[in-house]
């Protein structure tokens, strides 16, 4: 039976980075990268704002905050490295309403716990730099920007396999059962049933990760221990859908443009994002669906109007037209604040050599890298 050092479940963007950073700091192993899809990254990785976040509303010491705020700086860097295209154009947050203003600063102070540094504007400055935007003040991000991430991806995956990884599309995790060097593992192929081996099993399948971390468990000697039961360590996702829509028009902004985010929203809001080629695009909004259903809805341009008019109110809503959708995979369900990234380790469910990473959404692409690094260090570190 063929035996690799590591295989990685999902070969989403934060699998393709676990990929890419493992075969560089170990160009020895044996490393099988699988993905049910034909294509990498067909799901939430391709399915977002991609937006490189700066870090700023993330609770002090999370998760989210450190592996943001490292992945951020590691990305611009690779960025540059390899040739990947991406703008630091900045962010505006923007408070529309007087009643809105003081929330700036409460943001602001937020941010700062993160080490990141925003500037605020008052409404002749906000004016200045973005004079179809109505704000009454607003903070500027310069650090966040923009980048390709189909290009980014395909790039890691490039680097990954001139490494020696070995990627293998179109190809479904069945399960895993452990044995004295690591995991017995069943796929499916296109030319049928593959059985191997790994040390180690890293299960980055996003959207799917509950459902693969329960495969693993069932045929897991942990599953029947009563001191520690392995199933309690899966959380329960909450499908949450996003929708865009383009504006087909001229670009009437050169940043991003956020508005003041409301409590314990499941996102940021309605906000303004542009591409690479300056289309500016709308979204996402928020939808708890049951269902992984990626089709639009136009009878949401009702809501996404009323949105989007208190900071652009010369929006042309016929030049406004849907897109395309994501879905998050949150741990968290409505009105519930956000939860942090989840990476769990045999400390967590008592079978060695699993890695499981749960509620990987924004800012997963951003954090991309430092994610990878976590999962690395886990495993040097077991």
């Known amino acids: 039976m063929e035996h690799f050092d590591h295989c990685i479940i999902g070969a989403g963007v934060v699998g393709l980075a676990i990929a890419f950073k493992l075969s560089q700091q170990q160009p020895q192993a044996k490393i099988l990268l699988i993905e049910s899809h034909n294509q990498f990254g067909s799901e939430t990785s391709s399915r977002n704002s991609e937006v490189i976040h700066a870090g700023i509303y993330y609770p002090e010491n999370s998760l989210k905050a450190e592996l943001c705020h490292q992945g951020s700086n590691q990305l611009y860097q690779f960025c540059e490295d390899y040739g990947v295209p991406y703008k630091r154009i900045g962010k505006l947050i923007v408070a529309s309403a007087e009643s809105d203003v003081d929330k700036l600063a409460v943001i602001q102070k937020n941010a700062l716990k993160n080490n990141v540094f925003l500037d605020y504007l008052n409404q002749r400055d906000c004016y200045k730099i973005e004079p179809n935007v109505t704000a009454k003040a607003a903070l500027i991000s310069p650090n966040t920007g923009i980048i390709d991430s189909h290009q980014y ?176 995979p949150k741990l968290t369900g409505p009105n519930e604040p956000a939860a942090d990234f989840i990476i769990q380790t045999h400390k967590d469910h008592n079978v060695l050599g699993l890695i499981n990473l749960f509620g990987i959404e924004s800012p997963g692409l951003t954090a991309s890298l430092a994610i990878a690094d976590n999962v690395s260090n886990s495993i040097f570190q077991a």
């Not at 499916?188 to 049933?193: E, F, K, L």
């Not at 080629?277 to 049951?290: H, I, K, L, M, N």
């Not at 809501?303 to 406004?320: E, G, M, V």
């Open 153 to 328: 991806m395909q790039t890691l995956l490039t680097l990954a396999e001139q490494q020696g990884v070995l990627y293998s599309p179109n190809t479904r995790f069945i399960n895993a059962e452990e044995n004295t060097q690591g995991f017995n593992v069943r796929v499916n192929t296109p030319d049928g049933p593959f059985n191997f081996c790994c040390q180690y099993l890293i299960n980055s399948a996003g959207l799917h990760a509950p459902y693969i971390a329960k495969a693993i468990f069932t045929a897991s000697k942990a599953a029947t221990e009563p001191r520690l039961s392995a199933f309690s360590s899966i959380p329960q996702y909450h499908f949450c859908r996003g929708q865009y829509f383009s504006y087909q028009d001229n670009a009437p902004f050169s940043h991003l443009i956020y508005p003041i985010p409301s409590q314990n929203i499941a996102g940021l809001g309605i906000h303004a994002t542009l591409d690479l080629s300056g289309q500016v695009r709308f979204g996402p909004d928020v939808e708890f669906v049951e269902t992984l259903d990626y089709s639009c809805d136009e009878s949401r341009k009702k809501y996404f109007i009323r949105a989007i008019q208190p900071y652009f109110p010369n929006l042309d809503s016929s030049k406004l037209v849907p897109s395309y959708c994501g879905i998050r």
